[in-house]
């Protein structure tokens, strides 16, 4: 390797598996180079978060970063960790810096059967993570009066519209949306598109929103003109439909494509796609920013309750094939980028040795009671990367 990957450490179990993954899956087999940056809450603290901006300034320098997973602070996490303020989320803060949208993916097994029986290939969901309802503001109308839109450029536009006359209480709801953050979206879905050589799947409800659902949608035209030709190239679709029939179109489908939401969408679509697949331990994340800067992370938490059976000494079967997916990730796409061959084949191989372990029916806890066809043993998480490391070493020798 010459150009480092961003390294993020982090918190509770995941930092654990985090230093166990390398030690066993990674340093043993690539000349690893990393700029390494300790997301763990107590280094937050001590930097007053500045970590977390210098590690997504990285990431725009060098372009791909693997993160482990954090803590976001909350109330009693201020007193465990005796906290000097309540640092925000540090996805949330990467994000914003890189711009970016996260795509996520679930691991897929020929014995993990997904709820919905046709789904035989991942679905990616895609979620733009600005504006709608979350950015919001809200009245509740008391009497009787009316209500409008009012909307005064810089420049001298003016509009108003009659949103509705109430003739008794209510409620009102104002949303935003901009150009600029949809652009963007748009961007990182074309891209992670042409990347991963998925066909991209995008809905609204733009025959009811005729200005803000369609304005999307035309955004969404307009951006594709410039991938246009490699979507040719490789053969692969944009296909654009209303949110409802996207719904009914995805439960019968097979799988095997990446699906651009709006915010509210992808909230509830990822949790219902993650879930019918089987484990949140099985689900990966990578941040996509729109000029192509890429962060491999597992999309699961720091898994607290593990690790206080960890502190007290007691053995864990914590999963960490979203963790390793994370560095497969992350290693392939820095191999891909500065034409490193054997850095591509590393990451494949290591997933693949992942596959070899749990097909043998070798798994943590988690995945015993979603496996069909097999009759899986159950070991601690030492045991499994073991495992793993055994399978790699046959593939590579
Ligand atoms: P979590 O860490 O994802 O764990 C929730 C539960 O899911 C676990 O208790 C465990 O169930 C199961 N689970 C998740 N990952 C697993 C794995 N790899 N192997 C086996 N089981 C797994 O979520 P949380 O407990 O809500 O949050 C813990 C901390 O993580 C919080 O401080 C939160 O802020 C943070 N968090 C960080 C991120 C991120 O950095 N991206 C995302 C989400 C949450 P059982 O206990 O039943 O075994
Ligand atoms: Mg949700």
Same mark, same amino acid.
């Given at each position: 390797m010459t150009t480092p990957i961003v390294e993020m450490d982090g918190d509770e179990m995941t930092r654990i598996l985090w230093k166990m993954i390398k030690d066993e899956l990674i340093l043993p087999f690539v000349d690893l180079k990393t700029e390494y940056f300790d997301l763990g809450l107590p280094e937050r603290d001590k930097t007053d978060d500045k970590i977390t901006i210098e590690a997504a300034e990285a990431t725009k320098k060098y372009g791909v970063a693997v993160k482990c997973a954090t803590i976001t602070p909350n109330a009693q996490r201020m007193t465990e960790y005796n906290l000097h303020q309540m640092w925000k989320s540090p996805n949330g803060t990467i994000r914003s810096i890189l711009d970016g949208t996260v795509f996520r993916t679930p691991i897929t097994l020929d014995s993990i059967h997904p709820a919905v029986r046709n789904w035989?290939?991942?679905?990616?969901?895609?979620?733009h993570a600005y504006g709608d309802v979350y950015k919001s503001v809200e009245i509740r109308a008391e009497e009787e009066g009316v209500a409008k839109l009012v909307f005064e450029g810089k420049n001298g536009q003016k509009e108003e519209v009659v949103i509705h006359e109430f003739k008794g209480p209510g409620v009102l709801q104002g949303m935003h949306n901009t150009d600029k953050s949809i652009r963007s979206f748009a961007h990182s879905c074309f891209k992670f598109a042409i990347d991963t050589k998925q066909d991209l799947w995008f809905s609204t409800k733009d025959t009811i929103s005729?200005? *803000?659902?369609?304005?999307?949608?035309?955004?969404?035209?307009?951006?594709?003109?410039? *991938?246009?030709?490699?979507?040719?190239?490789?053969?692969?679709?944009y296909f654009y439909t209303l949110i409802d029939d996207a719904v009914a179109r995805v439960i019968r489908s097979n799988g095997g494509f990446i699906w651009a939401c709006k915010n509210y969408d992808g909230d509830v679509m990822s949790d219902m796609v993650s879930t019918a697949f089987g484990s949140l331990a099985m689900m990966t994340s990578v941040l996509v920013s729109p000029d192509g800067k890429y962060e491999y992370e597992a999309a699961h938490g720091t898994v607290t309750r593990h690790y206080y059976k960890h502190l007290k000494g007691e053995e864990t079967s914590t999963n960490p094939m979203a963790t390793i997916f994370a560095w497969s990730g992350a290693l392939r796409k820095?191999?891909?980028?500065?034409?490193?061959?054997? &850095?591509?084949?590393?990451?494949?191989?290591?997933?693949?040795?992942?596959?070899?372990?749990?097909?043998?029916?070798?798994?943590?806890?988690?995945?015993?009671? &979603?496996?069909?066809?097999?009759?899986?043993?159950?070991?601690n998480s030492e045991q499994f990367l073991k495992a793993i490391r055994e399978n790699l070493e046959k593939r590579l020798a």
């Open positions: 035989k290939k991942p679905i990616t969901i895609a979620r005729k200005k *803000y659902d369609a304005r999307f949608r035309e955004i969404f035209d307009e951006v594709f003109e410039e *991938y246009k030709s490699d979507f040719e190239r490789l053969g692969l679709e820095r191999g891909e980028l500065d034409g490193l061959p054997e &850095l591509v084949n590393f990451g494949n191989q290591l997933e693949d040795a992942c596959f070899d372990t749990l097909n043998a029916g070798i798994v943590t806890k988690d995945l015993v009671n &979603l496996m069909e066809g097999i009759t899986p043993t159950a070991v």
